[in-house]
């Protein structure tokens, strides 16, 4: 199962909106709607920002939102602050039941 | 909720290790978990999957017949067994698991991970 394409970075000015794109194939992103979103600061671990595609768990700022269209899934943070700067991974299910990672993207806050 | 990893440390190429994942704060026994690492610098790796009951399991292809994951529920933990190790399995190992019902893809739970070492 070949990974997820995600951007290597992203840049954004603080009060900015910023979309991270990932990219799949009709065995995970397009068929299964089981995508999800970590954000990841150097030396943690991964956090849960967004499942099933449009889902935020408990917690999560409302500033997170996903979306999902045809093989392209979303990730769009609104109102950018500095403490968004981290690794983002987006994930999803696949048909050969097992998880497909994306190869992460860098956000840098200005 | 806690996920607490042990286990890692430095072995040879060809070596064996036995990660372990002690689990608190909810009902280890109702839920599937996974393992997935992350090599120095590298992304994020999905290596396996059990089921709540340990009815099925999957893995990478990149471990498949190498390492073997497994559970004790009445323990709320989880294993997995690496071996015939490689320099490429070298990486912090993290136990994770979904308990967001009824979500059915993600990963909201996550232990602090443990570092595998593999060299000469």
């Known amino acids: 199962q070949s990974a997820l394409t995600q951007p290597a970075s992203v840049s954004g000015s603080p009060g900015q909106s910023i979309t991270i794109s990932c990219t799949g194939t009709s065995g995970d992103v397009v068929n299964y709607n089981s995508v999800s979103w970590y954000q990841q600061h150097p030396g943690k671990a991964p956090k849960l920002m967004i499942y099933?595609?449009?889902n935020r768990p408990s917690g999560v700022s409302n500033r997170f939102s996903g979306s999902k269209s045809g093989n392209t899934a979303s990730l769009t943070i609104s109102g950018l602050q500095a403490e968004d700067e981290a690794d983002y991974y987006c994930?999803?299910?696949?048909?050969?039941?097992?998880?497909?990672f994306g190869g992460g993207t860098k956000l840098t806050v200005l | 909720v806690q996920l607490v990893e042990s286990g890692g440390g430095l072995v040879k190429p060809g070596g064996s290790l036995r990660l372990s994942c002690v689990v608190s704060?909810?009902?280890?026994?109702?839920?599937?978990m996974n393992w997935v690492r992350q090599a120095p610098g590298k992304g994020l790796e999905w290596v396996s999957s059990?089921?709540?009951?340990?009815?099925?399991?999957y893995y990478a292809d990149s471990v498949k017949g190498r390492f073997t994951i497994s559970r004790d529920n009445a323990k709320n933990s989880l294993y997995l067994q690496m071996n015939t190790l490689r320099a490429d399995d070298a990486a912090v190992y993290y136990c994770?698991?979904?308990?967001?019902?009824?979500?059915?893809?993600?990963?909201?739970?996550w232990g602090q991970g443990t570092t595998v070492t593999v060299s000469s």
């Open positions: 994930s999803s299910y696949t048909n050969s039941r097992s998880v497909v």
């Open positions: 099933d595609v449009i």
């Open positions: 059990i089921s709540s009951s340990s009815s099925y399991i």
């Open positions: 704060g909810f009902t280890f026994s109702s839920y599937n």
């Open positions: 994770a698991s979904l308990t967001i019902p009824p979500a059915v893809g993600g990963m909201d739970v």
